[in-house]
């Protein structure tokens, strides 16, 4: 995990994915880029009315401002963690920050940027950002290819010292398995939750068990017959009996539409972990 990327606005979403992103960028000694997205200024006026130009002039200079206020603090909270300021392109050694701002749709550059990196951290919003942040987090997980690690409401004191993986046979859940290795080498547990009847044709757990003894990760598995709670909460739940400090699962195995519609473990997750 050698490159880190966060999408970056001035709030606390965005501040606390930060927090969560230094705790790993250390470790790995890696880039975390935070990422600003600039749209077009956002002007209200009546329609047919002729827009002044100094109106728009103040419109613009207001978004700069904000820009600036988010590279301000994203530069001072990197700087206090002990990451030297670089590009991405520059060599070094140790963990260093970059600042990238770009124009256009935030969701579908976080998509295409996110690219590059090796993960993508994203904030969890309070009620009145979900929109935005939920586009944002749709967008990584599904056009950018990359893992993404969805940080807590609140910055944890560590990450992946106790993991969880939800597994469920799928082809999903075992992409994320392979994309955090690095996390699941360094763990001192790891449980594998599987729950009768939300699982697909595929491995088993003990199966995977024995995979991860290959790489030298020693591992469990438990499996929870379904009862009146949705997979989802039994497997925060178990997290939570354990205190895991990391959950790994594939998203939407069942479709992002069927979820959303029907409800599903994925949707239930990044809803209500109080963990990353």
Not at 81 to 108: C, H, I, V
Not at 207 to 216: F, Q, S
Request: charged share 20%; hydrophobic share 45%; no cysteine.
């Amino acid at each position: 995990m050698k490159a880190i990327l966060v999408p970056y606005h001035d709030e606390a979403a965005a501040r606390i994915a930060l927090r969560t992103a230094l705790l790993l960028a250390k470790r790995f000694e890696s880039y975390l880029e935070g990422l600003l997205v600039l749209g077009e200024p956002i002007v209200s006026f009546v329609p047919g009315m002729i827009m002044p130009p100094d109106q728009l002039s103040a419109a613009v200079a207001e978004w700069r401002r904000f820009a600036d206020r988010a590279r301000q603090q994203f530069v001072e909270m990197t700087t206090a963690s002990g990451l030297a300021l670089r590009e991405l392109d520059a060599p070094g050694r140790g963990p260093a920050a970059g600042w990238r701002e770009m124009q256009g749709s935030e969701p579908e550059i976080v998509g295409q940027h996110g690219r590059l990196f090796d993960l993508i951290v994203v904030g969890r919003p309070d009620a009145a950002a979900s929109s935005r942040w939920r586009e944002i987090h749709e967008a990584a997980l599904f056009e950018s290819g990359r893992p993404v690690l969805l940080a807590a409401a609140e910055v944890p004191r560590t990450i992946g010292t106790t993991i969880v993986i939800a597994w469920n046979g799928s082809t999903e859940t075992a992409r994320t398995i392979a994309f955090a290795m690095p996390l699941l080498l360094t763990a001192k547990r790891v449980e594998i939750i599987t729950v009768e009847g939300h699982v697909v044709p595929g491995p088993s757990a003990a199966e995977v068990v024995t995979l991860l003894a290959w790489h030298g990760i020693p591992a469990s598995s438990r499996s929870f017959k379904p009862d009146e709670r949705p997979a989802g909460e039994i497997i925060l739940d178990e997290a939570g009996d354990i205190g895991a400090d990391l959950i790994l699962k594939g998203a939407f195995t069942r479709g992002r539409l069927r979820q959303h519609i029907f409800g599903g473990a994925t949707q239930h997750i990044l809803d209500y972990a109080n963990v990353p």
